[in-house]
């Protein structure tokens, strides 16, 4: 139970990190419609993350978390994952409201997030997210680590 009740703090955590990214990539941008706005934080992290793990790598880390987030968001389901890690979005999206779309994409996001963390760690993940956004806030990755320390002990 102590671990479902940190699992699920450390996962509202990143997804308020992944919200407020989302919301700083689209701040003084005015997309034609939901659809353009959809994937940029994806596509800030992916030549970073190309570099470091390769195209394949990165296509594999976005392609779980997109699995994870159709669980709870199901028009993600739709969005393919092209050649280049880029995020494909169908047609449909175009439709939704803006606050539907982000909502959605933070939730991509903070999955994306979380399995960086597992996979490389929170130090070389909030640097990647401090080189893609200067000055965003990572006092997250902080609270995530202190938690998951906490239960160690």
């Keep these: 139970m102590a671990a479902d009740v940190g699992m699920s ?3 509202s955590m990143m ?3 992944a919200q407020r990214l989302v919301d700083r990539e689209a701040n003084g941008k005015k ?14 992290l992916r030549r970073p ?10 296509r594999a880390l976005l392609s779980r978390a997109l699995a994870l987030a159709n669980a709870e968001v199901r028009w993600l389901n739709a969005v393919h994952i092209k050649a280049d890690g880029s995020l494909e979005c169908p047609a449909e999206v175009a439709q939704l409201d803006k606050k539907e779309v982000a909502i959605g994409e933070a939730v991509l996001i903070a999955h994306f997030l979380g399995l960086l963390v597992t996979f ?8 990647l ?15 995530i680590t202190a938690g998951a320390s906490k239960k160690e002990k």
């Design 9 to 11: 703090r450390s996962t």
């Design 15 to 17: 997804r308020g990190l």
């Design 31 to 44: 997309p034609l419609n939901a659809r353009a706005a959809f994937g940029e934080v994806v596509a800030k």
């Design 49 to 58: 993350l190309v570099a470091l793990t390769g195209v394949n790598g990165f």
């Design 120 to 127: 490389i760690g929170e130090s070389l993940t909030s640097r």
């Design 129 to 143: 997210v401090q080189d893609a956004w200067p000055g965003a806030p990572i006092k997250d990755f902080d609270s």
